[in-house]
């Protein structure tokens, strides 16, 4: 009985993995077809999609203007989260529960839905004070902002969750200011939390279609953006290239981060 579970388990685990793993290893492998229409088995095996996708223009442009948006959404929405965060965890004032439901709110609504409600905002404003919003970088920075808040807001909060306050009690009744506490006591311990809640805003501002499609404009698109506009007029593995990269380039960061908080946990 004990064996037939352990395999049960393991192969349930194994069934996850590959649900998880297969569909990125399988557009892995479609960007190194020959054969500009997909078919199997392939031809051959070839370099030349990289290099496509490297001589066009709209994908560089893409990814530098995914990379500027994730950057700034990520430091302004960790920074803002992070307070938040900690002022739900240890603050007592009224309100408290209204409040953490809207700052993750933004999770469960469907980017679709989200980025249309921002989008017929945006129009307002323009319509009301004659400042356009629409189609520009601080506009487009704002709406991602709400996707890096909640994120920061959840995984700062948990880490928060399981620290005793008993060490910046101990801070405190030393003589150390508010400000030095936080500082020297309390951000180190929930570093860990913060680096995680940077991590996941970073990519889900990277990676971001749904909300972005409705609010981007003539040389501001991001790059999972323009990825759809080259769909509509062609389909080769040119995209499966761009979408390896991303692929390699968020694996990188999470390997990183996750050596980051090991080594932040030990010190700590």
Do not use: C
Not at 248 to 260: P, Q, S, V
Request: proline share 5%.
């Amino acid at each position: 009985m004990r064996t037939w579970r352990t395999f049960l388990w393991r192969g349930g685990v194994g069934a996850i993995f590959a649900a998880v793993l297969l569909p990125m290893l399988a557009v892995i492998w479609l960007s190194f077809f020959d054969q500009e229409v997909v078919s199997f088995p392939p031809d051959g095996y070839t370099l030349r999609w990289y290099v496509n996708a490297w001589e066009k223009r709209q994908f560089a442009r893409g990814f530098v203007n995914s990379l500027e948006v994730a950057l700034i959404a990520s430091g302004i929405g960790v920074t803002l989260g992070t307070a938040a965060a900690y002022a739900l965890v240890r603050a007592e004032f009224p309100g408290k529960t209204a409040l953490s439901a809207l700052l993750l709110g933004p999770l469960a609504v469907p980017g679709v839905v989200l980025g249309t409600g921002l989008y017929v905002f945006f129009v307002q404003i323009d319509n009301a004070i004659d400042f356009q919003i629409v189609a520009t970088l601080p506009g487009l920075i704002a709406a991602h902002v709400l996707l890096t808040i909640p994120w920061t807001v959840r995984l700062v909060a948990a880490s928060l969750q399981g620290l005793q306050p008993a060490a910046e009690e101990a801070a405190a009744n030393l003589g150390a200011r508010p400000w030095t506490v936080f500082r020297r006591i309390t951000l180190p311990m929930m570093r860990a939390g913060v680096v995680a809640g940077a991590l996941f805003s970073f990519i889900q501002s990277f990676e971001n279609l749904e909300l972005t499609l409705l609010l981007t404009g003539p040389g501001r698109s991001t790059l999972p953006v323009e990825m759809l506009n080259y769909l509509e007029f062609r389909v080769d593995p040119t995209l499966a290239a761009v979408a390896t990269v991303q692929i390699l380039l968020i694996g990188a960061l999470m390997l990183i981060t996750d050596r980051f908080v090991s080594l932040s946990r030990v010190v700590s």
